[in-house]
Every structure is written in C-alpha cells, then in structure tokens.
C-alpha cells in the first residue's frame, strides 16, 4: 500500500467513525499512529502536523483527495 492510500484510509477511517474523530481531537498523534500503524517519535510526527498546519489550509478539504493535492507540493 503506499503512503497516498494509507494516508487516504487513515482519513476515511477517522471521518467515519465518531469514537475515532473524538480520540483525534483529543490526542491527534497518538491517534495518528495507532490509525497508520506507526509508531514515530512525537516530536516528528508533531512537526509533520503542524507543518501540514502552517501549509494547508484545512477548512478547504472535503474528502482525502483533497488533503492529498493540497500537500502534494510539500513534497
């Protein structure tokens, strides 16, 4: 699988379950990895997130498409 469809099925997953939405909320990273199946160190997968933050804006995505294109130049 590669990194778009395991970034894309982390995305559904967490938007179509409540429980799952309300842990990312609560604890975003930790939620992350355990969605992915990775276990990084905080501070990389936080500065992944916050640099994600300062890049994208987020009250444009609509679907994981979306998400994905919006970050494509990140990379």
Do not use: C, W, Y
């Amino acid at each position: 699988m590669s990194i778009q469809e395991k970034f894309s099925d982390a995305m559904e997953r967490i938007k179509s379950d409540p429980d799952l939405a309300n842990e990312f909320k609560e604890d975003p990273v930790k939620t992350a990895e355990s969605v992915l199946g990775v276990d990084l160190p905080d501070e990389q997968i936080a500065g992944f997130i916050n640099h994600i933050k300062d890049n994208v804006d987020l009250s444009e995505i609509k679907s994981p498409s979306d998400l994905i294109n919006s970050i494509k130049h990140l990379f």
